[in-house]
């Protein structure tokens, strides 16, 4: 009798817990009662969330959620970082488990609405593109009818991949895998002819082959991926502080706010630039962090020009060109509204 | 009259110490409880999912699923518009075409095993034992791992594939064989099979009853399987031999047309059958040597030979030993195939709770689907071995 009792409400708890999006207390205040952000990541993508040698996580997604520990505590390594699969990290961000995801993941209309979620800042403007050995002489994506393709299951890429050979009437075999790591190795082993994932992706995996130069990447992107943090619906004030802080990195770097000069700036006259650090206004406050939380983002993480090169831009490997992910000013995408 | 009354007082006990309906009460308190946790525990995630405004509702199970499959068999794919529901039945397929086939791999393979570990011939018991206790001791997982890898793997690629006739080929993509089409009166083939089957069932059956009763054997089984191999063949010939094959032909990436059996099937089938054939083989020994020598002997005595008395004498008598435990071996490896994930083979875990949960997003229906139809096949598998169970049991009298 004891044993069953136990078991029905343990059994039922589990079920309870499973979903508990929508409680009483804010995300920020939990957070700030924890005194860590709990943000989930990837398994490791170079540049955009991996561990290093002493494996310290790095990576332009990482450096997003230190920015929104750096904003809440003044500490930007005041971060928790759980490893997801493309699969689970849904459900870990609708159960509750962490309190952000920015893991990769392109902003789409289904995922916004039916599955919960709230996009936040594009971090990373994207597209899908393929990878083959340069050995098979292709130009061109449309030369792969009949190819094996291996993906990631649980992706954009999975159904753009689909979209794609439908659209040109071609032939393919995919073969689909839970995690990066596995699709990799069943391409690099000869089990597909093609690998697929966001262009980045393809720049950053080439990285791990043992001979990167016998792969190519061809030149069709053959979709929109806007890379976005995403958190749960129903607490718009959490959702308004992750927005904001990618807006702050932006507007820092449009308004020439760097790491290095970040204290000088605050003695400038410039009302934008004194409205951005807090010297004027309590913008900080609207979002339930302190007012100099823009001073506490850039001098600890950076300005998102600084970000951007320093984990996937010319400071790094991955050698990224800018491209769309450049300000708007100078003809990119990145644009943010303006703290007024 | 005082009996009476010393019975009446004794029935008459107040319900309140009575052990009985207190027991009762007790009983349906639990239930209630039990029940009021589990509504609770529902409503709670209802209402959860409603305010997070998660979708939720078995809506998703007709809306296109825009992905494809590598593995069918049924029709499935992104441009013929099939639904969620179909990968679900596509997956669920897979999962028992792996299950089936691994479970009579197993099976074949265990007894073999089995008997080989009482051999009387040094290296083939020790050669077995080692069989079985490196394989039973090590991690499943693992095993997957190294057929997939490092067994299908080093293959060749598709250009450079190991034919055989020019008809089959081996690369690192699967095996490729000529894709046979039947034609317009392949048909009668079916049925003159079908015909075989019912005749040697039929026959088999008299032949018993006759030696039951007279005491004249009949080999029904000899002649059974030569009508099963006869009769298809003259209704195949005397149609016509309406069979075709498209072969399969060399083209840039991989060979097109025939039929493929996918690297991913192969190292599960493969991991499953001889993981789950190690168990087996354990469990016959056992059943073996639980029946008595005394039984063999005396079979010996009866003038029955070798193989009769293995047949009729220790094998029946073994069974019941053998396969209460065979059951959980069949149901473990059922259940173990939901490892494909790790190998990418579309299985029923890997197609809808991997793409389908992540692209519909709705976690409690697809996971409670997903345990129900588990329950189903074992319950079903249990239920299947319980009857032959009781049919293989000592009939007591």
């Given at each position: 009798m004891n044993i069953f009792l136990k078991a029905a409400a343990f059994g039922a708890a589990a079920l309870g817990l499973?979903?508990?999006?929508?409680?009483?207390?804010g995300v920020l205040q939990k957070t700030k009662d924890r005194g860590q952000v709990v943000c989930g990541t990837g398994l490791g993508i170079a540049g955009f969330g991996m561990p290093d040698e002493k494996g310290v996580w790095k990576g332009i997604d990482i450096d997003y959620c230190r920015a929104i520990a750096a904003a809440i505590?003044?500490?930007?390594?005041?971060v928790k970082t759980v490893s997801l699969t493309a699969k689970d990290r849904f459900t870990a961000l609708q159960s509750g488990e962490i309190d952000v995801l920015v893991r990769t993941t392109t902003w789409t209309m289904s995922r916004d609405t039916s599955l919960g979620l709230n996009f936040a800042g594009i971090n990373y403007y994207d597209g899908q593109g393929f990878m083959v050995r340069k050995s098979m002489n292709i130009k061109s994506a449309l030369e792969l009818n009949g190819a094996s393709v291996c993906t990631q299951q649980g992706t954009t890429t999975e159904l753009n991949l689909a979209d794609y050979f439908r659209a040109n009437k071609m032939k393919y075999e995919v073969v689909a895998f839970v995690t990066n790591d596995e699709t990799i190795k069943a391409y690099e082993a000869g089990r597909c002819d093609v690998f697929t994932t966001d262009a980045s992706g393809l720049f950053a995996e080439r990285l791990k082959f043992q001979k990167p130069d016998d792969h190519m990447i061809l030149p069709e992107i053959i979709s929109k991926e806007p890379l976005a943090a995403s958190v749960r619906h129903g607490d718009d004030q959490w959702f308004d502080l992750v927005k904001w802080v990618h807006f702050a990195m932006l507007n820092a770097e449009e308004l020439g706010v760097t790491q290095a000069n970040v204290d000088q700036m605050?003695?400038?006259?410039n009302p934008e630039i004194k409205r951005l650090l807090g010297t004027e206004g309590k913008f900080g406050e609207m979002i339930g962090v302190p007012n100099d939380w823009v001073v506490r983002i850039v001098k600890h993480v950076g300005n998102y020009g600084e970000v951007f090169e320093r984990n996937v831009?010319?400071?790094?490997?991955?050698?990224?060109?800018?491209?769309?992910?450049?300000?708007w000013t100078k003809g990119g995408l990145q644009y943010a509204p303006p703290i007024r | 009259m005082t009996t009476n009354l010393a019975n009446e007082g004794a029935t008459r006990v107040s319900p309140l110490y009575d052990p009985k309906v207190r027991g009762i009460a007790y009983q349906v308190l639990l239930g209630l409880f039990i029940l009021f946790l589990i509504y609770e525990a529902t409503t709670n995630a209802i209402e959860n999912l409603k305010a997070a405004k998660i979708a939720s509702g078995f809506g998703f199970w007709t809306v296109e699923a825009g992905f494809d499959i590598n593995q069918k068999l049924i029709e499935f794919s992104s441009t013929g518009g099939s639904t969620y529901g179909q990968a679900f039945w596509v997956g669920l397929l897979n999962t028992l075409l792996v299950a089936a086939i691994g479970i009579v791999f197993a099976t074949v393979f265990g007894f073999i095993v089995g008997i080989a570990r009482l051999s009387h011939n040094w290296i083939i018991a020790k050669l077995s034992m080692v069989y079985v206790e490196v394989i039973r001791n090590t991690p499943l997982l693992l095993q997957l791992l190294f057929w997939y890898n490092?067994?299908?793997?080093?293959l060749p690629d598709p250009r450079n594939s190991v034919s055989l006739f020019g008809m089959f080929f081996l690369n690192n993509r699967g095996v490729v064989m000529p894709n046979p089409i039947p034609g317009p009166h392949f048909n009668w083939t079916w049925y003159a099979t079908m015909l075989a089957i019912v005749l040697w069932i039929a026959l088999s059956y008299i032949a018993r009853k006759r030696q039951a009763e007279t005491g004249k054997r009949f080999p029904a089984n000899i002649i059974g399987f030569a009508l099963f191999i006869i009769l298809p063949l003259i209704a195949f010939l005397a149609a016509g031999s309406p069979l075709g094959f498209e072969y399969p032909k060399q083209s840039r990436f991989n060979l097109t047309g025939g039929m493929q059996i996918y690297p991913e099937f192969v190292a599960l089938l493969l991991g499953l059958s001889f993981y789950t054939a190690a168990f087996i083989a354990e469990n016959v020994r056992a059943g073996i040597l639980a029946v008595s020598k005394g039984q063999s002997e005396a079979a010996h005595a009866l003038g029955l030979s070798n193989g009769q008395t293995l047949r009729l004498i220790v094998v029946p008598q073994a069974m019941r030993v053998i396969i209460p435990p065979l059951t959980s071996q069949y149901l473990n490896l059922t259940k173990n195939s939901s490892l494909a994930v790790a190998i990418g083979y579309p299985d029923l875990v890997q197609v809808f709770t991997g793409t389908v949960l992540n692209q519909t997003g709705q976690a409690v229906e697809v996971i409670a689907i997903t345990m129900l139809v588990y329950l189903s096949i074992s319950l079903t598998t249990s239920l299947l071995m319980n009857i032959y169970n009781r049919r293989m049991a000592l009939v007591e009298r």
């Open positions: 499973s979903v508990t999006a929508a409680s009483a207390q505590f003044n500490d930007p390594m005041k605050l003695k400038s006259d831009g010319m400071g790094s490997p991955l050698k990224i060109e800018r491209g769309k992910n450049n300000l | 490092a067994v299908l793997k080093p």
